[in-house]
T-cell receptor, first 112, second 113 residues
Framework: DVKVTQSSRYLVKRTGEKVFLECVQD?????MFWYRQDPGLGLRLIYF???????EKGDIPEGYSVSREKKERFSLILESASTNQTSMYLC???????????FGSGTRLTVV | QQQVKQSPQSLIVQKGGISIINCAYE??????FPWYQQFPGKGPALLIA?????SEKKEGRFTISFNKSAKQFSLHIMDSQPGDSATYFC????????????FGQGTRLTINP
């Protein structure tokens, strides 16, 4: 069964901290995505990547960066966490040309 | 232009009833329209998807109806069951360029027994 694994289910960080959210997929997918999910706003795309070392901004990239050094791993970085980044973060992957994403279970991040 | 608008935000249906969730879009370049189902504590999972060359697609109790001229599509859940209680997201993407999914705001569906 295809799998997308997010390293933490729950995370509590302090304002100003640098935060790393990790995502690993075991399906050899080229495409990987980071979304944040907020009530009433749905899922909004932060960053995505089509290949190793490649990244593109999504709709809400401000305050975030990403890293993709290996095909199976896509990391989301909050450079200096702020309270408005408290959210559910979802990682997804898909093979090229196929638009059905496989999502991880999410990381609920609270910034205090 | 990139938005997908979803309604209602929440919905309560009696067991055995029909659940209907609606979505509307503006960008006519969208050519793929999936629905995702999300249970508490889980990520969204692909439920059913449609392309604009057909007006309806059915998989079991789940049906997507698509109205290209109105730029609207909807999810119908027939004979709704308590196990269908979840959050549902519609989405859309274009063939060209990034092919990234744009999601609606989500609908929290509750099926009362």
């Amino acid at each position: 069964d295809v799998k997308v694994t997010q390293s933490s289910r729950y995370l509590v960080k302090r304002t100003g901290e640098k935060v790393f959210l990790e995502c690993v997929q075991d399906m050899d997918h080229e495409n990987m995505f980071w979304y944040r999910q907020d009530p009433g706003l749905g899922l909004r795309l932060i960053y995505f990547s089509y290949d190793v070392k490649m990244k593109e901004k999504g709709d809400i990239p401000e305050g975030y960066s990403v890293s993709r050094e290996k095909k199976e791993r896509f990391s989301l970085i909050l450079e200096s966490a702020s309270t408005n980044q408290t959210s559910m973060y979802l990682c997804a992957s898909s093979p090229p040309g196929y638009r059905g994403y496989t999502f991880g279970s999410g990381t609920r991040l609270t910034v205090v | 232009q990139q938005q997908v608008k979803q309604s209602p935000q929440s919905l309560i249906v009696q067991k055995g009833g029909i659940s209907i969730i609606n979505c509307a879009y503006e960008n006519t370049a969208f050519d793929y329209f999936p629905w995702y189902q999300q249970f508490p504590g889980k990520g969204p999972a692909l439920l059913i998807a449609i392309r604009p060359d057909v007006s309806e697609k059915k998989e079991g109790r789940f049906t997507i109806s698509f109205n290209k001229s109105a730029k609207q599509f909807s999810l119908h859940i027939m004979d709704s069951q308590p196990g269908d209680s979840a959050t549902y997201f519609c989405a859309a993407s274009m063939k060209q360029g990034a092919q990234k999914l744009v999601f609606g705001q989500g609908t929290r569906l509750t099926i009362n027994p």
